[in-house]
C-alpha cells in the first residue's frame, strides 16, 4: 500500500450551510401530539420495571402519565425531583440498555416506549416556558458546602443541598460551569447550548454561587477549603489523559479526542477547526465514536474508529457504535497500535498489531496493519490527576477516589461522586446519582450537627 507524504489537514472543507445542517439537533424530539401518542402506549405499572432500572430512580409511569393528562409542567417535575439534570440525561443516557430495555413493552411486542423522548419533551417544554420555579429552597440552616467541579455530579449535589437551605459555592478549573456536559459531548447531541440553558435553571433555585478558573491542585487547598466550609463535595472527573505508550505518538497531528471535542464544543465557527482528509480514533467508547462522528462531520473523507478487542466489548452502546457506521465511520477490531509514523515531524499512518484471545487474555500477533492518517484521536480513557489526593489522606483504588454508598471519602468531611470515584459504569445518569446520594448524606451530617 503506498501512503500519502504530504499530510491533507485543513479547515472549511464545507460550505457554511453544510456546517449548520451537520451539527444541527440529532435527538429528533418530539412534537406535542406525537408525545401524547407515545404516552398513550404505557401500560402504568405497578411495580414498574423501568423505574428500577433507572439510576436516579425516575417514577417513569407517573411522568408519562402526566403528559398523557397534559399536565407536562408536573410531568418535568416529577423527572427533575429525582433527577436534576433531567434534560441531558434524556440526550445522552443510554436508555436502549436502561430503562426502555427493562420496559414491558418491549418484552411483548420488541418495541418499548419511548422514555428518554418523552423525558426530554417534558423538561424542554417546561425549561424553555419559564415561570414560576419548580422547587422551594427550605428555610436557610446557615450551612456552607464547597463543590469540586461543575460537571454532572456538582452540579446534582448542588442543586439538591440549596433545595435543603444550605449555602453552596462551586469551584470549577473551566470558563463555564457544566464540566462533561459542556466540554466533553458531541455538539450534535446538546445543540442550542442547551447544556448552559440546562445550568442557569439549576442555578435559578438560589443558594448557588459559581467560581470558574479555580482548579484543585494540592493538599492545602483543599484542607482551606475544609476549614472554611462545612463540608465538602469532590466531582472533579477524570482529568488526566491515558497515553498509548508507543513510538510516534508526540508527532503533529496526534491529539487527546477529549481535548478534540472541547476545541468543537466551544468553537463560535466551526469552519476554522482544521481536520484532516484520513482521521484514525484509538479506542471503544462514547467519546472515542463522538470524536469519529464529529470528524466526518467537520469532512473527513475517510474516518477509522479502531479498538483492541471485539464489538461486543466496547463500552461504547450498540446504539452508539451503530450511529458511527451510519455516520459513515468504518470500525475495525482486534487492533492495538504499536507504532506512529510519520514524516516531517506530522503523522502519516498508524501500525497496528492484530489481536487475539489466547488463555482468556488478549495478546498480539505478529500479523501487522498499517492504516494510513493525517490525524489521529486518542480516545482510550481519562485517569484521576494524581494530586493531592495521596498527601490529603484520600484513598485510592484502581487510580480512583474510595467511597462509601452515600459518597464518603476516607477523609472526614469529604464527599465524592462521579467518574473520580471507584466503581460505577462512567454515565451521566449515574455522576448525577452520585451527586445527589452525596449530598443528602451531606444534608443528614449537617442538620444532625445542627439537632
Given at each position: 500500500?503506498?501512503?500519502?507524504?504530504?499530510?491533507?489537514?485543513?479547515?472549511a472543507?464545507?460550505?457554511?450551510?453544510?456546517?449548520?445542517?451537520?451539527?444541527?439537533?440529532?435527538?429528533?424530539?418530539?412534537?406535542?401530539?406525537?408525545?401524547l401518542?407515545?404516552?398513550?402506549?404505557?401500560?402504568?405499572?405497578?411495580d414498574a420495571?423501568c423505574?428500577?432500572?433507572c439510576?436516579?430512580?425516575?417514577?417513569?409511569?407517573?411522568?408519562?402519565?402526566?403528559i398523557?393528562?397534559?399536565?407536562?409542567?408536573?410531568?418535568?417535575?416529577?423527572i427533575?425531583?429525582?433527577?436534576?439534570?433531567?434534560?441531558?440525561?434524556?440526550?445522552?443516557?443510554?436508555?436502549?440498555e436502561?430503562?426502555?430495555?427493562?420496559?414491558?413493552?418491549?418484552?411483548?411486542?420488541?418495541?418499548?416506549?419511548?422514555?428518554g423522548?418523552?423525558q426530554?419533551?417534558?423538561?424542554?417544554?417546561?425549561?424553555?416556558?419559564?415561570?414560576?420555579?419548580?422547587?422551594a429552597?427550605?428555610?436557610?440552616?446557615?450551612?456552607?458546602?464547597?463543590?469540586?467541579?461543575?460537571?454532572?455530579?456538582?452540579?446534582?449535589?448542588?442543586h439538591?443541598?440549596?433545595?435543603?437551605?444550605?449555602?453552596?459555592?462551586?469551584?470549577?478549573?473551566?470558563?463555564?460551569?457544566?464540566?462533561?456536559?459542556?466540554?466533553?459531548?458531541?455538539?450534535?447531541?446538546?445543540?442550542?447550548?442547551?447544556?448552559?440553558?440546562?445550568?442557569?435553571?439549576?442555578?435559578s433555585?438560589?443558594?448557588?454561587?459559581?467560581?470558574?478558573?479555580?482548579?484543585?491542585?494540592?493538599?492545602?487547598?483543599?484542607?482551606?477549603?475544609?476549614?472554611?466550609?462545612d463540608?465538602?463535595?469532590?466531582?472533579?472527573?477524570?482529568?488526566?489523559?491515558?497515553a498509548?505508550?508507543?513510538?510516534?505518538?508526540?508527532?503533529?497531528?496526534v491529539?487527546?479526542?477529549?481535548?478534540?471535542?472541547?476545541?468543537?464544543?466551544?468553537?463560535?465557527?466551526?469552519s476554522?477547526?482544521?481536520?484532516g482528509?484520513?482521521?484514525?480514533?484509538?479506542?471503544?467508547?462514547?467519546t472515542?465514536?463522538?470524536?469519529?462522528?464529529?470528524?466526518?462531520?467537520?469532512?473527513?473523507?475517510?474516518?477509522?474508529?479502531?479498538y483492541?478487542?471485539?464489538?461486543?466489548?466496547?463500552?461504547?452502546?450498540?446504539?452508539?457504535?451503530?450511529?458511527?457506521?451510519?455516520?459513515?465511520?468504518?470500525?475495525?477490531?482486534?487492533?492495538?497500535?504499536?507504532?506512529?509514523?510519520?514524516?516531517d515531524?506530522?503523522?502519516?499512518a498508524?501500525?497496528?498489531?492484530?489481536?487475539?484471545?489466547?488463555?482468556?487474555?488478549?495478546?498480539?500477533?505478529?500479523?501487522?496493519?498499517?492504516?494510513?492518517?493525517?490525524?489521529?484521536?486518542?480516545?482510550?480513557?481519562?485517569?484521576?490527576?494524581?494530586?493531592?489526593?495521596?498527601?490529603?489522606?484520600?484513598?485510592l483504588?484502581?487510580?480512583?477516589?474510595v467511597?462509601?454508598?452515600?459518597?464518603?471519602?476516607?477523609?472526614?468531611?469529604?464527599?465524592?461522586?462521579?467518574?473520580?470515584?471507584?466503581?460505577?459504569?462512567?454515565?451521566?445518569?449515574?455522576?448525577?446519582?452520585d451527586?445527589?446520594?452525596a449530598?443528602?448524606?451531606?444534608?443528614?451530617?449537617l442538620?444532625?450537627?445542627?439537632?
Amino acid at each position: 500500500m503506498s501512503l500519502p507524504t504530504v499530510p491533507d489537514v485543513k479547515a472549511a472543507r464545507l460550505s457554511a450551510c453544510q456546517y449548520t445542517e451537520r451539527f444541527a439537533d440529532a435527538g429528533q424530539p418530539l412534537t406535542a401530539a406525537q408525545a401524547l401518542v407515545e404516552a398513550e402506549r404505557c401500560l402504568y405499572c405497578h411495580d414498574a420495571p423501568c423505574t428500577t432500572a433507572c439510576p436516579t430512580s425516575i417514577g417513569v409511569p407517573s411522568f408519562i402519565h402526566r403528559i398523557a393528562d397534559g399536565n407536562v409542567r408536573g410531568a418535568a417535575k416529577a423527572i427533575l425531583e429525582a433527577n436534576p439534570l433531567g434534560g441531558m440525561c434524556a440526550r445522552v443516557c443510554p436508555t436502549e440498555e436502561l430503562c426502555e430495555q427493562a420496559c414491558v413493552r418491549n418484552t411483548e411486542l420488541g418495541k418499548p416506549v419511548e422514555i428518554g423522548r418523552l423525558q426530554r419533551f417534558a423538561v424542554d417544554k417546561t425549561i424553555a416556558a419559564g415561570g414560576a420555579p419548580l422547587f422551594a429552597r427550605a428555610p436557610a440552616t446557615g450551612k456552607r458546602v464547597a463543590v469540586v467541579g461543575a460537571g454532572p455530579a456538582g452540579l446534582a449535589c448542588a442543586h439538591v443541598l440549596a433545595r435543603h437551605g444550605h449555602d453552596v459555592e462551586i469551584f470549577d478549573a473551566h470558563e463555564k460551569a457544566g464540566g462533561l456536559n459542556e466540554y466533553g459531548l458531541a455538539a450534535y447531541k446538546t445543540a442550542g447550548e442547551f447544556a448552559q440553558r440546562e445550568v442557569q435553571w439549576l442555578l435559578s433555585i438560589g443558594g448557588i454561587s459559581v467560581t470558574t478558573g479555580w482548579r484543585l491542585s494540592s493538599a492545602a487547598q483543599l484542607e482551606e477549603l475544609k476549614s472554611t466550609y462545612d463540608a465538602v463535595f469532590l466531582g472533579v472527573g477524570m482529568g488526566a489523559v491515558n497515553a498509548l505508550g508507543v513510538p510516534g505518538e508526540d508527532l503533529a497531528g496526534v491529539r487527546s479526542a477529549v481535548d478534540f471535542i472541547a476545541e468543537l464544543r466551544q468553537a463560535k465557527d466551526l469552519s476554522t477547526l482544521p481536520i484532516g482528509r484520513r482521521v484514525v480514533v484509538i479506542g471503544g467508547g462514547m467519546t472515542a465514536v463522538d470524536a469519529s462522528v464529529q470528524a466526518k462531520l467537520l469532512g473527513a473523507d475517510e474516518v477509522t474508529m479502531v479498538y483492541r478487542r471485539g464489538p461486543e466489548a466496547m463500552s461504547a452502546s450498540k446504539v452508539e457504535q451503530e450511529w458511527a457506521q451510519t455516520n459513515g465511520v468504518t470500525l475495525r477490531h482486534w487492533l492495538a497500535p504499536v507504532a506512529i509514523e510519520g514524516q516531517d515531524g506530522h503523522v502519516t499512518a498508524v501500525r497496528f498489531a492484530r489481536q487475539v484471545i489466547e488463555g482468556g487474555k488478549v495478546v498480539a500477533t505478529d500479523e501487522q496493519v498499517t492504516v494510513p492518517a493525517d490525524m489521529v484521536f486518542k480516545a482510550i480513557g481519562q485517569k484521576l490527576e494524581t494530586q493531592p489526593w495521596p498527601d490529603a489522606g484520600i484513598e485510592l483504588q484502581g487510580g480512583r477516589i474510595v467511597v462509601s454508598d452515600t459518597g464518603r471519602t476516607s477523609l472526614p468531611g469529604v464527599w465524592a461522586g462521579g467518574d473520580c470515584v471507584s466503581g460505577g459504569r462512567d454515565l451521566t445518569v449515574e455522576a448525577v446519582e452520585d451527586g445527589k446520594q452525596a449530598a443528602l448524606s451531606i444534608h443528614a451530617e449537617l442538620t444532625a450537627t445542627v439537632a
